[in-house]
């Protein structure tokens, strides 16, 4: 098997408050590609349409520009940015940090579930 796909033509875009994923679906991988305007934040944006309290989505991403900072429920916290990958476990919030929009891939196939009401 053999796939390939172009970002700048995506199966899906969803849109939310300060933000949108474009979605490429290929067999075994949803890959996201994430754009959050200077004061976005996944409670503020995202909640209100999944209707869950943190985000319950698992990530694999890869900051491409921005700073994304990132609060485990447990009150773990970091922050990524351009060139940096991060790992990111069901029960987090997210915020956009400075005045930069954040563009972020998220490998990790949570992009299909991502901002879906």
């Not at 474009?22 to 996201?32: A, Q």
């Not at 309290?53 to 700073?67: L, T, Y």
């Not at 994304?68 to 990958?85: F, H, N, S």
């Not at 990111?88 to 196939?109: M, N, R, T």
């Amino acid at each position: 098997m053999l796939q390939v796909k172009s970002t700048e033509k995506p199966d899906e875009r969803r849109d939310f408050p300060m933000g949108h994923i474009e979605i490429c679906n290929l067999t075994g991988l949803s890959f996201g590609v994430a754009t959050f305007e200077p004061g976005w934040r996944w409670s503020e944006s995202v909640r209100p349409i999944v209707g869950t309290d943190s985000c319950q989505v698992h990530h694999h991403g890869f900051v491409v520009k921005g700073r994304l900072r990132i609060r485990m429920d447990d009150g773990a916290e970091a922050e990524a940015g351009p060139g940096e990958v991060f790992v990111c476990s069901p029960g987090h919030d997210a915020w956009v940090v400075g005045d930069e929009e954040v563009i972020a891939y998220d490998f990790a196939g949570g992009a299909a579930e991502y901002a879906r009401a």
